[in-house]
C-alpha cells in the first residue's frame, strides 16, 4: 500500500483556471506536509509548507490540510503555462523524524 | 537560500566502473539524503545520513555505499556499476528541526553503458 497517493494525471486546465492537486497519506501521525514543483529534467522545487488544518496562502498558490481526512491539496488560481510541471505531494513521516514520503506526483498542462 | 549542489549534471559510465557523485550543501544542514528517479516509479531513498559519518539505509540500497566525511558532503558510490543503475540522481538536505523541508541539488543524470 502506498504511503502518499496522488493522480498521476495528466491534469489539463486552461490559461487562468484554478488547478487542483490533491494527495491522500497513510500515516495518521504525519507531522508536515510539503508541495514540490518538478519541471521536466530538473529537480523538485519546494513551493509550500503546511503543519496545520486549515488553508496556507502564498501568491497564487494555497496548501489545504485536513488531518483527520488525511488529505492535502494544492489550489493554483490563475493558472500560467509555467505552471505546467509536475507537483509532489510529499508528508514527513510522524514516527521516522526527518524522512519524508514523496508521492509520485500529478502532471498539470496549463492550455495557453 | 539555501544551495545544493551537485558535482555533474550529466555522467557517463561504462558497465563495471566505480562511479562517485558528490553533493554539497551550504546551509549547515545536518540530514543529507540520495535517491534516484525513474519515469513513473517516483524518487525512491538509497541513503540517508543524520550526521557525520553516520548513514542508514533507505528503500533501494543494494549496488550503492555512501560517504559522509564532514557536514557539509555527502558522496554516493556506485561499487560496481550497472545499466539498471541509468538514472536521475537527486542530492537534498534538510534540518534537524522544524518541519524538516528537504531541499535538493539539480541532478545528475548518470548514464551507464
Known amino acids: 500500500q502506498k504511503e502518499v497517493e496522488q493522480n498521476s494525471g495528466p491534469l489539463s486546465v486552461p490559461e487562468g483556471a484554478i488547478a487542483s492537486l490533491n494527495c491522500t497519506y497513510s500515516?495518521?501521525?504525519?507531522?508536515?506536509f510539503f508541495w514540490y514543483r518538478q519541471y521536466s529534467g530538473k529537480s523538485p522545487e519546494l513551493i509550500m509548507s503546511i503543519y496545520s488544518n486549515g488553508d496556507k496562502e502564498d501568491g497564487r498558490f494555497t496548501a489545504q490540510l485536513n488531518k483527520a481526512s488525511q488529505y492535502v491539496s494544492l489550489l493554483i488560481r490563475d493558472s500560467q503555462p509555467s505552471d505546467s510541471a509536475t507537483y509532489l505531494c510529499?508528508?514527513?513521516?510522524?514516527?521516522?523524524?526527518?524522512?519524508?514520503?514523496f508521492g509520485a506526483g500529478t502532471r498539470l498542462f496549463v492550455k495557453a | 537560500d539555501v544551495k545544493v549542489t551537485q558535482s555533474s549534471r550529466y555522467l557517463v559510465k561504462r558497465t563495471g566502473e566505480k562511479v562517485f557523485l558528490e553533493c554539497v550543501q551550504d546551509?549547515?544542514?545536518?540530514?543529507m539524503f540520495w535517491y534516484r528517479q525513474d519515469p513513473g516509479l517516483g524518487l525512491r531513498l538509497i541513503y540517508f545520513s543524520y550526521d557525520v559519518k553516520m548513514k542508514e539505509k533507505g528503500d533501494i540500497p543494494e549496488g550503492y555505499s555512501v560517504s559522509r566525511e564532514k557536514k557539509e558532503r555527502f558522496s554516493l558510490i556506485l561499487e560496481s556499476a550497472s545499466t539498471n543503475q541509468t538514472s536521475m540522481y537527486l542530492c537534498?538536505?534538510?534540518?534537524?528541526?522544524?518541519?524538516?523541508?528537504?531541499?535538493f541539488g539539480p541532478g545528475t543524470r548518470l548514464t551507464v553503458t
Open positions: 510529499a508528508v514527513n513521516s510522524g514516527t521516522g523524524g526527518f524522512k519524508t514520503i
Open positions: 537534498a538536505s534538510s534540518q534537524d528541526s522544524g518541519g524538516y523541508e528537504q531541499y
Open positions: 546551509m549547515d544542514h545536518e540530514n
Open positions: 500515516d495518521r501521525v504525519s507531522q508536515s
